[in-house]
């Protein structure tokens, strides 16, 4: 066999009962420990999955806030249709504005004109004033010298 001797063999025998004993207690504290592990992975994969959860939920919340904040289809047709007429309206008012600087523009034009065409009307009225007395100065320097000539003959005349 072994190479064990009958006494020693006999030393090794245990019983049934005892050997049944010891296999299940080994067993037993097998089951035990993987119970033990089973129950820890479940603990760690509950708390993992638990987190995922909570995550999920404030994700799911973030969402329902969101969607609480925006523009549902009809609320947004409204405010578009405000939007553009607001615009129209500016653009109205724009318009209107440019219209009414441009009459200002050509009223002002206007009035400048007339005031460069008086400024002309005077500045040659100044001018023929000024010619008319240059001709009066030169009638009265011809006068004063045919004055002095027809004395001067008048003198000759009289002194031969």
């Not at 299940?24 to 959860?53: C, G, H, P």
């Not at 289809?73 to 500016?90: A, C, G, M, T, Y």
Request: net charge neutral; glycine share 4%.
């Amino acid at each position: 066999m072994s190479g064990l001797t009958s006494g020693e063999l006999a030393q090794l025998r245990i019983s049934l009962k005892d050997y049944v004993d010891v296999r299940y207690n080994s067993l037993d504290s097998k089951v035990d420990n993987n119970q033990k592990v089973s129950e820890d992975k479940i603990a760690i994969a509950t708390d993992v999955l638990n987190s995922r959860l909570e995550r999920m939920n404030e994700f799911r919340d973030a969402l329902t806030d969101q969607a609480r904040n925006f523009f549902t289809r009809p609320e947004h047709d409204l405010w578009r249709q405000k939007v553009e007429s607001d615009f129209i309206n500016v653009a109205k008012k724009s318009h209107d504005d440019d219209c009414r600087i441009e009459d200002l523009l050509n009223s002002k034009t206007k009035e400048i004109n007339g005031k460069i065409d008086a400024f002309e009307k005077f500045k040659t009225m100044m001018e023929a004033k000024a010619s008319q007395g240059s001709v009066l100065i030169a009638y009265a320097i011809g006068i004063f010298g045919l004055i002095i000539s027809l004395v001067s003959i008048g003198l000759r005349l009289a002194g031969k």
